[in-house]
């Protein structure tokens, strides 16, 4: 059998070993920072968050609305623009655009505040409920359909 010869050196690398970075490579690497960290920032300003505030409360009025039907036992609207709910305490609660909010009363009584920022609320009857179209002062309009049942 025929021995083979070992080679002497495991690494064929010819550049000799480095033991840190050099002062050099260190003040470039921190001017390149200086530099784009401002211009970083300056960009940064001009960067607006698409904000979806009014959208999430209307979403959260229509589960409110829902809410309201589900556990009333009656729910009937008028032509004024009130959905009005006949609650198992045998009270009635209506709930109505009053000048740029949607609130809610029981009885007649009370304010309670459902959604703010409202140019109109309108109520339109359909065969299985009603359907509630609301148009911010934004000039988004929401609609939802609405199921009553009993």
């Known amino acids: 059998m025929k021995r083979r010869k070992r080679k002497r050196y495991v690494s064929t690398d010819i ?16 001017v390149i920072v200086m530099i784009t960290l401002p211009l970083l920032v300056y960009l940064l300003t001009y960067v607006q968050p698409v904000k979806h505030n009014n959208e999430l409360s209307v979403n959260q009025f229509f589960i409110f609305l829902r809410n309201d039907v589900l556990t009333s036992e009656q729910v009937y609207t008028d032509d004024d623009n009130k959905m009005y709910f006949l609650l198992p305490t045998d009270e009635v609660a209506h709930i109505e ?31 299985f409920g009603t359907q509630v179209t609301i148009v911010t002062k934004e000039g988004r309009e929401y609609e939802k359909k609405i199921a009553h049942y009993e």
């Open 97 to 127: 655009q009053y000048q740029n909010v949607i609130r809610r009363q029981v009885n007649g009584r009370g304010h309670e505040i459902y959604l703010r920022d409202i140019d109109s609320f309108t109520l339109q009857p359909i065969s």
């Open 15 to 30: 550049r000799k070993s480095e033991n840190g970075a050099t002062f050099l490579s260190i003040l470039i690497t921190f």
